[in-house]
């Protein structure tokens, strides 16, 4: 049979794909999608980029550009989507905010170069860490009373955390974090620069900020000298897309940062010379981005990112008024909820804190005597509901540029129902005493030193002065109580047998039972 007149056979299904078909079964029983991605399953950014994505799956083909040297198409959408955010450069990224922190940290840190972060950083940060040998200092974070999770570090807290480590390569801060709150980013951008220190911003969470007057104000606008953002999460792209904004500000001089953590009054002379007259250096970045993203970059994932960009510059504005109108007809109906709490900037008094975004609806059920996760649980099995996040003490839903009018109804049913049965069935249940957390233990090596050291496995009861060789962070309230090369101090293996009793949630130990820790075997 000639070439031209073979049919194409139509495959008949197979039937062993486990994970494809666990997500058609998810999208057969049409969720209300309160979770990232942003797009919300039903968004089209943009129609022609959405419609037959498998035939725009692609490599560096004539015409195409090439991610890790763009010169082309790559380059004039990068080129357009810093033109939106006022940004210097903006390199896409393809293994999300990750590789972006990771790259930022390597770039500003060179081997032992103190790195200021807050202790509820994302586990994002300590690939950065052992990649770049970076010694960090951690600033503690404040907590929310009430709703007990982490938020910003106190601008005074920062200016001690400068000072008392001259030659900071960078600050690192996170806006907003995982529950919308934010901190003085603004008082942090101008203590950085009076120190000649680069502020970094892990903006994850906040790709649509800048995009309405009534959020709070994003982070290139408020100073930021390098900014990561999950475009996927908030921004309408696919998973794993984002992006990495560099800012204009200009260093006041170019001293080295060898000299540099101290205020130019402190340190008494002006310049030592050879630096980049802007904070961060974009050909530093784009050299670690080379070495740390895959050399088979999607073109599905770039072309998300100019889709979002192009729906954010036409619709953003429209789309997050709507948006923002139902958020501010729901909240008051749902705090008449028998139980129920939501997250208001009411809810904020401390100096680490400074504003919240209404986009990520936090609601406490601390009141009703359940759990966040019971809650969540009970609303994606009896009203097909999907939030992002449950804790101890809330529920959080991501409300984004794909949600609809309906989703926020049936999420108002689902909570009435929610508050109605569990009222009746349990009396409101006195805050839970959490373990109060240690005092942040001494540093013994840098995290990269610990991670390449021999290490084993001892039981925690016998860890005490032992180095770590783990992580291990405590949800709630999402602060790190034991970082690689920190000493195991008896506050932390006491704090970490209450984590144990109280079955808090803990990310990064490799027991999730914390029976056992690993330590450097010295
Ligand atoms: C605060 C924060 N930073 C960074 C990240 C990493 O982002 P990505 O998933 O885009 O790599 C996350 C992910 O959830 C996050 O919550």
Known sequence: MPFNKEKRVQPSPIADLPLVN??????????VRMHVPGHGGNLCPCPQFMDGLPGLDVTELEGLDDLHNPGGVIAAAQEKAAGLFGARHTFFLVNGTTVGIQALIAASCDQNRPLVLPRNAHRSVLGGLIISG?????LAPEVVPGFE???GFRPEDLIDGLRQNPGAGAVLAVHPNYYGVTGDLGAA????HRYNVPLLVDEAHGTHLRLHPDLPADALSLGADAVVQSVHKTGGALTQASWLHLGKAERAERGHPSCGGMSIAERGHTSCGGMSPTYVDRERVAEVLRLLQTSSPSYLLMASLDAARGYLTCHGRETLDKLLGWVHEAVPIINKM????TLGTEHLGSSGTAGHDPTRLVISVRQLGISGHTAARWLAHKYGIHLEMSDAFNIVAVLSLGTQKSDIIALLNGLAELSCQTEQGHSPRSPIPLPAGPPIPPQVLTPRQAWLAPRRIIPLERSTGRVSAESVAVYPPGITA???????TPAVVEYLQQVRECELHQ?????PKLDTIQVVDA
């Open 338 to 341: 028998p139980g129920l709490t």
């Open 134 to 138: 970076a010694r960090p200092v951690f």
């Open 189 to 192: 951008a101008a203590i950085c």
């Open 22 to 31: 666990a997500l058609e079964e998810y999208r057969r029983r049409r969720p």
């Open 482 to 488: 034991i970082y690689p090369g920190e000493e195991i």
């Open 507 to 511: 990310q990064g130990a490799a027991d």
């Open 149 to 151: 999770f982490a938020t």
